[in-house]
């Protein structure tokens, strides 16, 4: 935990060069602060994706962060909330982009990757809102059959789109546009043909 | 030497009703007829339409989520919801099973955590595409308590239900007031009286054009929504549908309309 939590200052620190207290609320909300952040991982497991993690130490990992999530009553979580969610779109953009390269076919194991990265996320989520519906919306997409009819331009759509978040701080606004532009596209279909009833 | 002077093409305006905005998120074909409507003319929706939807497919999903938050097991939590769907939200059902099939496919796999964050994000999509690729909103009833309520989170679902509990119809009666002449047009059509299907509203147009106070009544504001649309809809804009009472209603009226086939992926009528 000690690990933990010094790792975390250290993150801090790097966000705003004014930044002398990093309890002080201004200075950890600004998305600018977070943007300039660098993508610090706290375990090398957890930053490549395609590593080979045994699953106890993987559920170990999860662990570690729910606790340092529910724990942590400051703004210091929501720095790490920030950076997890910027870690994740960054993983499921580099996904995105093997499956525009490879095809669906050759993609379904990478799929099978951002479906459980997305759950694992989810876990932790419960108090943040607009983190929230953007995995929920990311989740929606693979867990229907849509995205297997996704065209290369759609995934193209995708991946541009998920920019958005990628320095890890997801706005309301941004949230509202992504979902237009999802709906737009027919990236996210929520609605499945069903028979009409006599 | 005299510069011609280029002829301006009027945009035509349309209006779309509830059932159109509905059927969109479950008919891509629909979205993709209304896209190719909306490159050269002007689509609107009304502050009423989005009312319904928000009363309607919005309020059913909320129930749902709370009913499966306050459960131990989502798909006992679901057969609850189902029976307890009442026959009017029938419209509603269709795109509401959609959905569900969608959501339930994977249920029992599920985290409930999940499950809820995913049917949250279902509400959220819903609500902020309502106007996507509509060139606006008009009409009355933008003042509506319902439509003011924000349900952005699902940290406000309880209290929204709470506000439609109170305000569980509208008092049509002040606006209706505008529009008495159209309201006994409506009472003394023989076709209107004589349509089958559309008995109940007939009814209801009926008791309103003899007393407008009717109007003030639960039964009476539920049954006649779309009527109010279609009164609500300036004669400029015609009004696209799916729906068989808006024929009856519009020819009525002399307002112009369109109705989409559900089944069909073209424009199946255009009157003036």
């Known amino acids: 935990m000690i690990t933990y939590r010094n790792r975390m200052i250290s993150l801090t620190d790097t966000n705003a060069t004014n930044n002398t207290n990093p309890v002080d609320d201004k200075n950890f909300n600004k998305p600018e602060d977070i943007k300039n952040t660098k993508a610090e991982p706290i375990n090398e497991a957890e930053r490549i994706p395609n590593q080979t993690v045994t699953s106890k130490k993987y559920q170990q990992i999860l662990e570690n962060d729910k606790q340092i999530i529910s724990s942590q009553k400051d703004p210091l979580s929501t720095n790490y909330l920030s950076h997890k969610t910027k870690q994740i779109i960054h993983e499921v953009m580099d996904y995105l982009k093997t499956w525009e390269t490879n095809g669906t076919e050759e993609s379904l194991v990478e799929i099978t990757e951002i479906k459980k990265r997305l759950d694992n996320i989810a876990t932790y989520l419960q108090d943040y809102p607009s983190n929230r519906v953007l995995v929920g919306m990311l989740r929606l997409i693979f867990d229907n059959n849509n995205w297997m009819k996704m065209n290369t331009g759609q995934i193209n759509v995708f991946h541009n789109e998920l920019k958005r978040f990628q320095t890890g701080y997801v706005s309301q606004e941004e949230l509202v546009k992504f979902s237009q532009q999802l709906f737009r596209t027919k990236v996210l279909q929520i609605g499945e043909e069903v028979n009409e009833e006599e | ?272």
């Open chain 2, 1 to 272: 030497m005299k510069k011609s002077k280029k002829s301006k093409i009027k945009k035509l305006k349309y209006l779309v009703d509830t059932s159109i905005q509905i059927t969109r998120f479950r008919q891509p074909y629909l979205e993709k007829e209304l896209t190719k409507l909306s490159q050269s003319n002007l689509i609107y929706t009304s502050y009423y339409v989005f009312y319904e939807f928000k009363a309607g497919i919005i309020k059913n999903l909320i129930d749902y989520y709370l009913i499966v938050k306050n459960s131990t097991d989502i798909a006992s939590a679901f057969s609850y919801w189902s029976d307890r769907f009442r026959p009017r939200e029938l419209k509603n059902k269709l795109i509401l099973d959609s959905i569900m099939a969608n959501l339930y496919e994977k249920m029992e796999l599920k985290n409930k955590d999940i499950y809820l964050i995913q049917v949250e994000s279902v509400i959220f999509h819903l609500l902020k595409n309502f106007l996507t690729n509509i060139t606006g909103i008009i009409g009355d009833f933008s003042d509506n308590e319902i439509l003011k309520f924000n349900i952005d989170k699902s940290e406000y679902y309880e209290d929204f239900q709470r506000a439609v509990k109170a305000n569980s119809f509208i008092k049509l009666e002040p606006f209706l007031k505008s529009k008495i002449t159209e309201i006994q047009t409506l009472a003394n059509n023989d076709t209107f009286k004589n349509d089958k299907k559309l008995e109940k509203l007939y009814q209801c147009i009926k008791e309103i054009s003899l007393d407008l106070s009717k109007a003030n009544t639960h039964n009476v504001s539920k049954s006649i929504g779309d009527a109010i649309i279609t009164l609500d809809c300036p004669l400029s804009h015609t009004l696209v549908t799916t729906d068989h009472s808006f024929e009856v209603l519009c020819t009525c009226l002399s307002k112009p309309y369109m109705r989409i086939s559900k089944d069909a992926p073209v424009l199946t009528e255009a009157t003036s």
